[in-house]
C-alpha cells in the first residue's frame, strides 16, 4: 500500500537558521497539505497547494514559510528564520479528488 | 468559521468494554467528518470519514461513527475495545466551500487498561 513518506524524522536547528521539511506525497495525489502539531495542542492547518500554487493558507503561514514541489514527486516545506516557537511535530498530507487526507509519519523540529 | 470540540481530553476504559468518544462541531456551511488515530511516536491514520449517504459510518478496526446533523456531533465508538487501542484521536470537519483543509479537534486520549 502506498504511504507518505517525510525526512528527516528529527530536525535539531539553531533559532536563526533555514530548514526544509521534505514529503514525498502518494503518487496519484493532487492536493498536498502542510500542518503542524506544538507538543500539547492539536494540529492545525498551514497551507494547501494544488497544481503548483497555494491554494490557502492560514495566519500561521507568513513570510518565512514557503512551499514548493519542484520536480514532481517531493514536496517541501521552507522556514527561512527559524523561531523556538516553530518547534513543532509537522506533517504532510495529499489526497486525490476524494476527500480524505492521508498523512505521513511526521518530522519532530527543534529550535534551539 | 467552524470550529471542531472533544469534550475529553482523556478517555480511560477496561479492555473489552464498550467506548464513546465524543465530537461535536460547529460550521455555518456544510462539513465532511473524519476520525484521525495518531498511536505514540506515529503519523496520523484516517480511520474513517462522513461525506454523505448513510449517517452510520463503519471504519478500520471495529471503529464506527455517528453524525447526527441536529446536534452536529459526529461520535466514535467501539464496542469492545483493545489494549492495542491505546492511542490518541482526532476528530476533524473539511469545508466543502475550501481547498478542504481539515480543522481538527483538540483530540482525545484513549487508554485502555488490561
Known amino acids: 500500500e502506498p504511504e507518505v513518506t517525510q525526512t528527516p524524522s528529527h530536525q535539531v536547528t539553531q533559532m536563526g537558521q533555514e530548514v526544509i521539511l521534505r514529503c514525498v506525497p502518494i503518487?496519484?495525489?493532487?492536493?498536498f497539505y502542510w500542518y503542524r502539531q506544538i507538543l500539547g495542542q492539536k494540529v492545525e492547518f498551514l497551507v494547501s497547494?494544488?497544481?503548483?500554487?497555494?491554494?490557502?493558507k492560514s495566519e500561521i503561514f507568513d513570510d518565512q514559510f514557503s512551499v514548493e514541489r519542484p520536480d514532481g514527486s517531493n514536496f517541501t516545506l521552507k522556514i527561512r528564520s527559524t523561531k523556538l516557537e516553530d518547534s513543532a511535530m509537522y506533517f504532510c498530507?495529499?489526497?486525490?479528488?476524494?476527500?480524505?487526507?492521508?498523512f505521513g509519519p511526521g518530522t519532530r523540529l527543534t529550535v534551539t | 468559521a467552524q470550529s471542531v470540540t472533544q469534550l475529553d481530553s482523556q478517555v480511560p476504559v477496561f479492555e473489552e468494554a464498550p467506548v464513546e468518544l465524543r465530537c461535536n462541531y460547529s460550521?455555518?456551511?456544510?462539513?465532511?467528518l473524519f476520525w484521525y488515530v495518531q498511536y505514540p511516536n506515529q503519523g496520523l491514520q484516517l480511520l474513517l470519514k462522513?461525506?454523505?449517504?448513510?449517517?452510520l459510518v463503519k471504519g478500520i478496526n471495529g471503529f464506527e461513527a455517528e453524525f447526527n446533523k441536529s446536534q452536529t456531533s459526529f461520535h466514535l465508538r467501539k464496542p469492545s475495545v483493545h489494549i492495542s487501542d491505546t492511542a490518541e484521536y482526532f476528530c476533524?470537519?473539511?469545508?466543502?466551500?475550501?481547498?478542504?483543509?481539515?480543522?481538527f479537534g483538540s483530540g482525545t486520549r484513549l487508554l485502555v487498561r488490561p
Open positions: 498530507g495529499g489526497r486525490q479528488s476524494s476527500y480524505e487526507q492521508y
Open positions: 503518487s496519484n495525489h493532487l492536493y
Open positions: 497547494f494544488y497544481n503548483n500554487e497555494i491554494s490557502e
Open positions: 460550521s455555518s456551511v456544510s462539513v465532511y
Open positions: 462522513y461525506l454523505s449517504g448513510s449517517t
Open positions: 476533524a470537519v473539511s469545508r466543502l466551500d475550501s481547498s478542504y483543509k481539515l480543522i
